[in-house]
């Protein structure tokens, strides 16, 4: 399978709990996205990497979140000290730098924190 | 600032109707990608068009078809001959032309599409 994988799909912790989350891209994609999706809303961007350099994040990019890349290869996006708000599905996506703008969406973590 | 409208919430039809959905969009670049996606209940968004705003031909994809009508700031979807299996969560999207961007995706808030046998 050369999609976009992303581990785990569904995540309960509790609140003040501390989560991370891995998105492996397609291989030969050099750019990841992290999106965040609310129940009834569109995804929003939280942030992207081209390759290991993360070039832009959202403001809904708390400082509780970070997201690392650190060999260009998978990612991780870690939460600290979970609050119920940050109850959604995360999503990560990949695209090529060139060329065609298609981005392949992995199937997303199921956040719930309780 | 960029923004995408889709007004209709929910849309309701019985297999083999025709149903479209509406995407509106605002945008102060002159160049930029429309998309629309399809989000199954498994959750996975697919991609299902990609469309350049120098590019008004509309597009015919099987039962898909694609209104692009950049006067009216619109990028419509219609399914011709609903099927159960076309209902989902269907997303307009919008994205800038510059690669320096990394290309971010800003969606609408999606139309949930039920397909009733």
């Known amino acids: 399978d050369t999609g976009v994988s992303q581990d785990p799909r569904h995540k309960i912790t509790k609140r003040g709990q501390n989560v991370t989350f891995r998105c492996d891209p397609i291989?030969?994609?050099?750019?990841l996205y992290w999106y965040r999706q609310t129940l009834g809303q569109g995804p929003e961007f939280l942030t992207y990497?081209?390759?290991?350099?993360?070039?832009?994040k959202s403001r809904l990019l708390s400082d509780r979140f970070s997201a690392e890349r650190p060999k260009g290869s998978f990612s991780t996006l870690e939460i600290q000290r979970t609050e119920q708000g940050d109850s959604a599905m995360y999503l990560c996506a990949s695209s090529p730098s060139r060329g065609d703008y298609g981005y392949t969406f992995g199937s997303g973590t199921r956040l719930t924190v309780v | 600032a960029q923004k995408v409208t889709q007004a209709q919430t929910e849309i309701s039809v019985v297999e083999k109707e025709d149903v479209t959905l509406d995407c509106v969009y605002e945008t102060r670049d002159t160049t930029y990608y429309l998309f629309w996606y399809k989000q199954p209940p498994s959750g996975e968004l697919v991609f299902l068009i990609r469309?350049?705003?120098?590019?008004?031909q509309n597009e015919i994809s099987g039962r898909y078809s694609w209104n692009f009508q950049k006067s009216t700031s619109s990028f419509n979807f219609t399914i011709t001959a609903s099927q159960v299996v076309d209902s989902a969560v269907y997303f307009c999207a919008l994205s800038d032309y510059g690669m320096a961007s990394g290309s971010r995706l800003t969606f609408g808030e999606g139309t949930q599409l039920t397909v009733n046998p």
């Open positions: 469309r350049n705003s120098f590019d008004e």
């Open positions: 990497f081209q390759n290991e350099a993360q070039l832009e």
């Open positions: 291989s030969e994609h050099n750019r």
